[in-house]
């Protein structure tokens, strides 16, 4: 692999940290800093909503500044949100600790684009290889944020989680100083081209290889979140499992998600991406039946692990997929476009799991997971019956 992605993958070990930090430590810190107790997860909720809402901005820089200088961008708004937590930690200010997690959300933006920059500098036939390599680089942050938010500050301190905050800030440093000394935008395969060229966005998707695509993302995402942010609450208040457990399924799960990124990337180019999706798309059934047939740890575990299997096949497959649908003067108005859509699913989903399991229960909401997935199902036939002539790129 070129020296590129594996800048990109250091700096992804990094940057993503905001991620599993703020996941960790948000819900805590804001019962401790909120007004009323059903505001304290407001901050783990607004990362999602700072990813959504910077996409577009971010791949629109990216378009007329290039990818490097928006990178170190996203790397400073880490630091920034980083430093407002902080503050708000110091001054014990719920809204800024908000406002630190939007601003930590909007660097989420620029990070999930380093998926896109890697497969831009590789050969085409390496692309899906690049942007599993860069994947890897969250299953280090999976493990780091938490244990950054953990050291040397927690509720019983004087500035709870302080301390946490100053390190998250050092981490993000870390970050911006491994792309401004190791990435170089000369690495990049793809020439940059004039805003605004290729064809009107329209065109582009009434190609169903594009929402073939999106889906694998989008769906992808949907469902992995939807299930994954409803297990802990299922296995603790419903099953009567101890927390412990519900932490060893989600850490198990996490890995589960990353670390099939060893051979994604080789399996895209050995067995086609068809086939890689349609492997995800049963581990994802899988998944469905057996969290449906059983409130057992081994029933809660075996469903989370095919479920990060088939995360990581459709969302490999789909990154890998999208590029052949788009030129290069078109690749970040679709790029913007697909993770609007799938980090919009995303937080659709996380949003309403607690709700819906509320209602409905835990075997009736993983079954909400099949109708999506049939619609992922037919985008699929629609795409491979139309053949390769609709790729822009060979496959």
């Keep these: 692999m070129p020296f590129n992605v594996w800048v990109l993958v250091a700096a992804q070990a990094l940057a993503m940290c905001t991620a599993p930090f703020i996941v960790f430590i948000g819900s805590i810190q804001g019962r401790l800093l909120a007004p009323a107790p059903e505001y304290a997860t407001l901050?783990?909720?607004?990362?999602?909503?700072?990813?959504?809402?910077?996409?577009?901005?971010?791949?629109?820089?990216?378009?007329?500044?290039?990818?490097k200088r928006v990178m170190l961008l996203g790397a400073l708004m880490g630091m920034l949100a980083a430093c407002l937590g902080a503050i708000a930690s110091w001054q014990g200010l719920f809204t800024l600790l908000c406002l630190a997690a939007l601003v930590g959300g909007s660097g989420l933006a620029v990070v999930h684009q380093y998926r896109f920059a890697a497969m831009e500098s590789v050969p085409d036939s390496l692309a899906g290889s690049a942007a599993a390599r860069v994947l890897l680089g969250g299953l280090i942050a999976a493990w780091l944020g938490p244990e950054i938010a953990s050291l040397g500050s927690g509720a019983e301190a004087r500035y709870p989680f302080l301390n946490s905050w100053i390190g998250l800030a050092g981490v993000q440093f870390g970050a911006l100083v491994i792309l401004g000394a190791g990435y170089r935008a000369r690495?990049?395969?793809?020439?940059?081209?004039?805003?605004g060229?290729?064809?009107?966005?329209?065109?582009?998707?009434?190609?169903?290889?594009?929402?073939?695509?999106?889906?694998?993302?989008a769906i992808g995402y949907a469902v992995m979140s939807f299930i994954m942010t409803a297990t802990p609450l299922s296995m603790t208040e419903m099953a009567g499992h101890d927390l412990d457990d519900a932490k060893r399924v989600i850490q198990l799960h996490i890995m589960a998600m990353y670390l099939p990124s060893l051979i994604s990337g080789w399996l895209t180019r050995v067995v086609g991406i068809p086939l890689m999706m349609a492997a995800g798309l049963l581990a994802y059934l899988g998944c469905v039946v057996l969290a449906a047939s059983g409130v057992s740890f081994h029933h809660y575990l075996s469903a989370l692990l095919l479920l990060g299997v088939g995360w990581n096949f459709l969302f490999v497959g789909g990154t890998t997929l999208l590029p052949h649908g788009y030129t290069d003067a078109e690749r970040f108005r679709v790029q913007g476009l697909n993770d609007i859509l799938v980090f919009g699913s995303q937080a659709t989903a996380a949003l309403s799991a607690g709700v819906i399991l509320s209602w409905l229960g835990w075997s009736a909401l993983v079954m909400i997971a099949v109708p999506f997935l049939v619609v992922h199902g037919v985008l699929m036939v629609l795409w491979l019956t139309r053949g390769d002539a609709v790729a822009r790129k060979p496959l």
């Design 43 to 67: 901050p783990v909720g607004l990362v999602v909503v700072g990813t959504v809402l910077a996409i577009k901005p971010a791949t629109w820089l990216m378009e007329r500044l290039g990818r």
């Design 187 to 195: 690495g990049e395969r793809v020439r940059e081209t004039h805003a």
């Design 197 to 217: 060229g290729g064809r009107p966005l329209r065109e582009i998707l009434a190609n169903p290889l594009i929402w073939a695509a999106i889906s694998a993302a």
